[in-house]
């Protein structure tokens, strides 16, 4: 998986000539420090690098183009320790291109009531430094995210964290390059979409390949190799003996892995970070890729069913955001509803491909018949899914925007054995409830796929929706229907 680590959000401080040279040595030792905080702080998944205190408008322009075009650099903090002019600001505002937060914090936490005089007044007053700049951001009409509170304090670490984040998985799609074997399912209205608007306003391009492509490389996967990742199987997952070498029903499980292993090459040759595939499309292959999907998924490819390209993308988004948190990120579906009134619960699952970077018990290898598609049983990982607070998003083209909406979960734990179920699945309480989460998920027209998160919150999300410029809904604790509706009728206009 991705190391958060190789990524850099730069710390700049802005500033001016005014104060003197005394002044603006303390500014550069506080913004060191500052930066050296954060960097250290656990709480925050990337490197934060100090950049010199931007005096003047050229330097602000140099530092920000330079933002722009060093690689890994995934953003850009700032933070006016003193008073920076903003009309300083607006040529590097202006061409910066990579997602911003402001930091509004000070050097000290408190104030310092028996030795507070003039000087200390000019050299921290990022309470009034900090509204010029906001001012100038707010009037170029460009997104960022404000976060406010003493540097330490470690709800604006994780706030600082959680952005980071977002702009990781943002930093990911650019030039990212995702594959379709075949369309998208007949007729199918939601996982469609435009794929030329999607590379113009995500960054990352969608293309098609022949399903032939791929039974090619299927068709060349060497013995010795299939055995190889057969041991890894065996030592992995529970697995039947009739599925072991020698086994009755071996040679489900022998294809499996011959799958996997052609479609990892076809990934990493391609430098492809997600696919999709479709039932429909299937010609010269002996199974549906179940197991192979579950596994890459588990490697960090974003994927989704039926051609849902739009899905895939979010969910590899998704894994970049969350790597190293516990918990998962994974590909859903919402399947079924328990409509007991004492204890209303959705069941997620899809066919097959629910991956167990999700999983809360040891995977069981499993092969089963599968009432679609017409191929021969394919194996698959089966498991449960740990219950607590989890979300499910979706990306959806609603004609002349992208809009993205996320529901707030509780998920919970699985309360009967599904003996006849042989899929990955998961149980969850949509948020506020069952009744207005499901009509506000479907007044927004959210599909039925999702990316299902469990360590990613509603507000790192919408970060990630910020930097794409698109419509964020949230559908959780305090909604309403009135709220969601009136939302979404002001968004029309507002997207005009
Ligand atoms: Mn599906």
Redesign the pocket.
Known sequence: MIDLKTFEVWFVTGSQHLYGEETLKLVAEHSQEIAKGLDASGKIPVRVVYKPTVKTTQEIYDTLLAANTTENVIGVITWMHTFSPAKMWIRGLAVLNKPLLHLHTQYNRDIPWNSIDMDFMNLNQSAHGDREFGFMVSRMRKNRKVVVGHWQAADVEEQIGNWSRAAAGWYDWQGGKFARFGDNMRFVAVTDGDKVEAELKFGFSVNTYGIGDLVALIDAVSDSDIKALLEEYIEKYTIAPDLLPGGERHSSVYEAARIEIALRKFLVDGGFKGFSDTFEDLHGMVQLPGLAVQRLLAEGYGFA??G?WKTAALVRAFKVMGSGLEGGNGFM?DYTYHFDPNNELVLGS??LEIDESLASTKPSLEVHPLGIGGKADPARLVFNVAGGAALNASIIDVGNRFRMIVNEVEAVEPQNELPNLPVARVLWKPLPDMKTGCAGWIYAGGA??TAYSQNLSAETIQDFTEMAGIEFIKIGKGSTIDSIKNELRWNDIAFK
């Open positions: 069913g039926e849902d579906e899809h066919m039925h796929h």
